[in-house]
């Protein structure tokens, strides 16, 4: 053994440190040792040379291997904001991503994905394992009812959990129309109801649909309804008419609300209409009789009464 030789320790691979970084001079014994070699913060080969110049075998090669130091900390990968139909799974399901404290992704790590709000469900409902790429990832379908969807991931003890992914649920296609509001009313001939007809479109968990048109005609009593043409509804499924004029002739009114191939339609309203004030009145019978005197004439004199449409009026004296 020599003592005194300078040897230089140097990293070559991995990324790692060592001490020192000066030269180490062989002792008595003709041993250089370094005081410490603190391998890469990413998983896998390291290396490192000892080299004196001029020596046979220099340089010297060391080599180890790196492992990660466990889970420390999850984070959201993929999946978060989306919008599907209700009923229905996500475009991307949801995934997060498991790593260490070097942010190495670790392999193997149990994360519960669980629904907190919106009804949906998730596959598998067991926990799932990171793959070799820490990534763990499940198939979010949301619930039946339109609007806010939430779901969580969690693993244990890490930073970061549990992560949590949101989505919003809207309504499918339309399936039925139903009566919303202005059935059974009565107003004055020629005159509008005071509640224009009013239906609602809904997919088929009873969310409502927009954008579904719907038309409104009259039925009978030679009415009119404003617009004549179809009412798309809004976001709340609802299609209105601005307004249902009865027709001229006391008595029953009727109107429908027509959309395509939906379950309910078309929908009937039905409406009575009452007759106007008083406008004329005129002969009705027991004019040019002949009778006895003081005697009663065989017909009692009768008038009628009627509206500016001819519709008789009840109650004027």
Do not use: H, K, M, Y
Not at 63 to 71: L, R
Not at 207 to 227: C, E, I, R, S
Not at 244 to 270: E, H, I
């Amino acid at each position: 053994p020599v003592a005194g030789v300078a040897v230089t320790f140097a990293v070559t691979s991995g990324g790692g440190t060592v001490s020192p970084t000066t030269p180490v001079l062989t002792d008595d014994s003709g041993i250089a040792a370094l005081t410490f070699w603190v391998g890469g913060t990413s998983p896998g080969a390291n290396s490192l040379t000892a080299t004196v110049d001029g020596l046979a075998g220099s340089p010297v090669t060391f080599t180890a291997t790196v492992t990660t130091d466990g889970p420390s900390q999850i984070a959201l990968q993929a999946g978060d904001g989306q919008t599907a139909t209700v009923g229905t799974a996500v475009a991307t399901p949801p995934s997060v991503l498991v790593r260490d404290v070097f942010n190495n992704p670790i392999a193997g790590v149990p994360v519960t994905f669980a629904v907190t709000a919106g009804g949906g469900t998730v596959s598998p409902a067991t926990p799932v394992l990171t793959d070799a790429n820490g990534i763990a990832v499940t198939a979010w379908t949301l619930g039946n009812a339109a609007g806010s969807n939430s779901l969580t991931a969690t693993a244990d003890t890490l930073t970061g959990s549990p992560v949590s992914f949101s989505a919003t649920g809207i309504a499918g296609n339309a399936s039925s129309i139903a009566l919303e509001a202005g059935d059974g009313q009565i107003a004055t001939v020629g005159t509008a109801v005071a509640i224009a007809p009013v239906v609602i479109v809904r997919d088929q968990f009873n969310n409502p649909v927009a954008g579904v048109a719907v038309t409104f005609t009259v039925a009978t009593g030679a009415g009119t309804v404003d617009p004549a043409t179809p009412v798309l509804t809004d976001a709340s499924g609802i299609a209105a008419a601005t307004s249902w004029t009865l027709g001229n002739t006391a008595g029953v009114n009727s109107l429908t609300a027509s959309a395509d191939g939906l379950a309910g339609s078309p929908v009937s309203f039905n409406a009575t209409g009452t007759a106007a004030a008083a406008t004329q009145v005129a002969l009705e019978v027991g004019d040019g009789q002949s009778a006895t005197v003081a005697t009663a004439v065989a017909i009692a004199p009768a008038v009628i009464v009627r509206d500016q449409f001819n519709n008789p009026v009840a109650g004027v004296e």
